[in-house]
């Protein structure tokens, strides 16, 4: 028995050995400056509006944090040569819940995008996110000897059409783009030959050019009116008074007010209901009136630095499963930061994108947790491999 718990230790020893600590580090600084800055945008709005505690939503997602943080290490010690066997499954199950939304779903935001079990909601866009990243990746693994034929690349790709047609009925017009970004820049870091790349990038474009036609044939009647609504960003403080224009317009005054160092942690005046959803989608807008701009810069290149560990480790890759594994947690980040960034900066149509480990929000958070540890069992995994190589 002493024998098992002395080399369970040194099992988790070198686990621990062969992490990437630097994105480590930054991920978890992160996290609790993230945690922080909910409990400072979310006090007021949980007081005044909910007439809940001030800490209610620090303490719910501090649950979420802790609950992502086992997830994340039952991910780094779990070989992901195993997905090979589960991959099936667990886009099936995805594919179900997704399926299920419509009768058995929770209608919150304009969307029935959540089931709810007591206090608790679920969200299975944001796990078809990290599930379809592993489905993917495992597949194209599977496969990597038979991709001369055409039908072997594409057929995974018609699973993400599934789930992205399944999120767009809810509607989330926000999370299917997410996730055909998600799916294609993976589809990119496919090994295939020039011949069928360039097929497929025609029929990529060709259906990119067939979805503008129809909105612009139609007029945009597809979309509901609120989607509508958020094509209008531009000059948004000039329409104030008009839904279209409040909530931007305040995100822009919080950016003002912060100036290069900020206003202090917890002076910020838009969480005083001038600013909705200021700890989710506009979180940014409030860190920057609390700590200025400069510290706003400062998240930016933590942000690049994140993204460019996780390239590094997909580039050092033992194999082809582990490299598309990082493509797709990469390109998770990258669409949430641009979407988010982008959309509270009035430079495209708000979406409700959280940003990447500051935003409020259970499934996300515990997902992103989950997609951190993938990645982390890909450094190891080849970490060991080098070292094995090297004996």
């Known amino acids: 028995m002493v024998e098992n718990i002395a080399k369970s230790y040194s099992e988790v020893d070198v686990i621990l050995s062969k992490l990437d600590k630097p994105l480590l580090v930054v991920t978890f600084i992160f996290f609790i400056f993230g945690l922080i800055m909910i409990l400072s945008a979310s006090s007021m709005e949980s007081y005044m509006r909910y007439n809940y505690s001030p800490y209610h939503y620090f303490l719910r997602h501090a649950i979420f944090l802790v609950l992502g943080f086992i997830l994340f290490c039952f991910m780094i010690i779990f070989p992901t040569k195993n997905y090979k066997k589960l991959d099936i499954f667990i886009i099936g199950v995805i594919i179900l819940a997704l399926i299920g939304l419509p009768f058995l779903g929770h209608n919150a935001k304009n969307a029935v995008s959540w089931y709810k079990i007591g206090p608790i909601?679920?969200?299975?866009?944001?796990?078809?996110?990290?599930?379809?990243?592993?489905?993917?990746?495992?597949?194209?693994?599977?496969?990597?000897?038979?991709?001369?034929?055409?039908?072997?690349?594409?057929?995974?790709?018609?699973?993400?059409?599934?789930?992205?047609?399944?999120?767009?009925?809810?509607?989330?017009?926000?999370?299917?783009?997410?996730?055909?970004?998600?799916?294609?820049?993976?589809?990119?870091?496919?090994?295939?030959?020039?011949?069928?790349?360039?097929?497929?990038?025609?029929?990529?474009?060709?259906?990119?050019?067939?979805?503008?036609?129809?909105?612009?044939?139609?007029?945009?009647?597809?979309?509901?009116?609120?989607?509508?609504?958020?094509?209008?960003?531009?000059?948004?403080?000039?329409?104030?008074?008009?839904?279209?224009?409040?909530?931007?317009?305040?995100?822009?005054?919080?950016?003002?007010?912060?100036?290069?160092?900020?206003?202090?942690?917890?002076?910020?005046?838009?969480?005083?209901?001038?600013?909705?959803?200021?700890?989710t989608d506009f979180i940014f807008p409030i860190v920057v009136e609390e700590w200025g701009l400069i510290v706003g810069i400062v998240i930016l290149c933590a942000y690049a630095f994140v993204l460019f560990r996780i390239i590094q480790i997909s580039r050092r890759a033992s194999n082809l499963r582990g490299s598309l594994i990082c493509y797709g947690v990469f390109a998770y980040l990258l669409t949430h930061i641009i979407v988010n960034l982008f959309g509270v900066m009035g430079m495209i149509p708000l979406t409700g994108v959280p940003l990447p480990f500051l935003s409020y929000g259970g499934s996300y958070t515990i997902c992103l947790m989950i997609a951190m540890g993938l990645v982390q069992r890909v450094a190891i995994e080849s970490k060991k491999n080098t070292n094995k190589t090297k004996a």
């Not at 944001?126 to 597949?139: C, D, N, Q, R, T």
């Open 121 to 279: 909601t679920i969200q299975p866009s944001e796990f078809a996110k990290v599930a379809l990243i592993i489905y993917l990746s495992s597949y194209y693994e599977k496969n990597k000897d038979r991709l001369d034929n055409q039908w072997n690349i594409i057929k995974p790709i018609i699973v993400a059409f599934i789930i992205i047609g399944l999120v767009i009925i809810q509607p989330d017009m926000g999370t299917s783009v997410i996730i055909g970004l998600i799916t294609l820049m993976m589809f990119y870091g496919v090994p295939i030959s020039k011949k069928n790349r360039s097929i497929f990038n025609k029929i990529f474009l060709g259906g990119i050019l067939v979805v503008v036609l129809v909105f612009i044939t139609t007029g945009g009647k597809m979309l509901q009116s609120y989607q509508l609504d958020r094509l209008n960003f531009l000059d948004p403080c000039e329409r104030y008074q008009d839904k279209t224009g409040y909530q931007l317009c305040n995100g822009f005054i919080a950016f003002k007010n912060g100036g290069l160092k900020g206003q202090g942690l917890g002076a910020s005046t838009q969480k005083y209901l001038y600013l909705p959803e200021s700890y």
